[in-house]
């Protein structure tokens, strides 16, 4: 009787301890699961967040300039999120053809001067980056590039702009080839005089030199004015570019996160095949 009692006694013992070992079993899924579930929506969130500052863009017709705008955005995700555990963002303007590279330059300009050089019509993330870069830095880009032979005078991005919305009267001929009589040699010389004062006004100083008759046959001047078109030319295809129309005509997703990790832009052209600007 005794024996039954204690064989009683442990049995109860183990389907209580059996109990209590459930119990807790229970209380840790549900716990694991409350915490689970919070950590899917907020991941979900997260996600969806992510996403939505990218899809708004999605079939939408935008201007350079906030292009150039989502690419820094792009490029500051790509310099953190892969630290996460995130895979880099894609980013590519398609240009449609090599073709239409010329109408970002000057019609002077006899080559592509800057980002739309070589034959490929897709520029990625890196390529628009550096672009963006060399124009921007005052440092390494143009700004730098022209105050090396500015000397004193401050360049800054508004004197770029003013460069580049007189370049018409900037890009004058140098030399008097192709004059042939002195009614054209008087016009080509009266332009480049003007083409002094207007820089002379740009600048505020005199960068032709006090003797504007003789002017074009001093190598100083004549290196500085080389340069100066030079630099009009990149920057004129930099408002160009900020100035097209781009459509973002794809967006694609990490297959594991379900984030966005590719753009695809392409240059937006009227019914004449002409990249439309303003």
Same mark, same amino acid.
Do not use: I
């Given at each position: 009787m005794e024996n039954a009692t204690k064989a009683l006694l442990i049995v109860a013992s183990v389907l209580i301890g059996l109990i209590i070992l459930s119990a807790l079993l229970l209380l840790y899924n549900q716990v694991s699961g409350f915490y689970q579930s919070n950590s899917n929506k907020t991941e979900e969130q997260q996600r %969806? +967040?992510? /996403? !939505?500052k990218f899809e708004s863009y999605e079939n939408q017709e935008i201007r350079g300039n906030e292009l150039l705008s989502i690419m820094n955005m792009v490029d500051d995700y790509n310099a953190t999120e892969p630290e996460n555990g995130y895979a880099e963002m894609e980013f590519e303007v398609d240009f449609i053809s090599t073709d239409l590279f010329k109408q970002f330059n000057y019609e002077s300009a006899n080559s592509n001067k800057y980002l %739309?050089?070589?034959s490929n019509s897709k520029i990625t993330e890196n390529k628009l980056n550096d672009f963006s870069s060399r124009v921007n830095d005052p440092s390494t880009g143009l700004i730098s590039t022209l105050q090396s032979v500015s000397g004193s005078v401050r360049i &800054? +991005? &508004?004197l770029l702009q003013q460069l580049s919305s007189n370049i018409a009267n900037i890009m004058v001929e140098e030399t008097n080839s192709g004059a042939s009589n002195e009614y054209e040699i008087s016009n080509r010389n009266e332009a480049r005089r003007k083409r002094a004062n207007l820089l002379k006004n740009i600048f505020k100083v005199n960068v032709c030199g006090s003797n504007t008759t003789t002017y074009t046959t001093d190598s100083q001047y004549v290196d500085m004015v080389s340069t100066i078109k030079d630099v009009t030319l990149k920057y004129y295809e930099f408002t160009q570019f900020k100035r097209a129309h781009f459509d973002c005509i794809e967006l694609e997703y990490d297959s594991v996160t379900g984030r966005v /990790? !590719?753009?695809s832009f392409r240059v937006c052209t009227d019914s004449n095949g002409n990249i439309i600007l303003n």
């Open positions: %969806l +967040e992510f /996403n !939505k %739309l050089s070589g &800054t +991005e &508004t /990790n !590719k753009m």
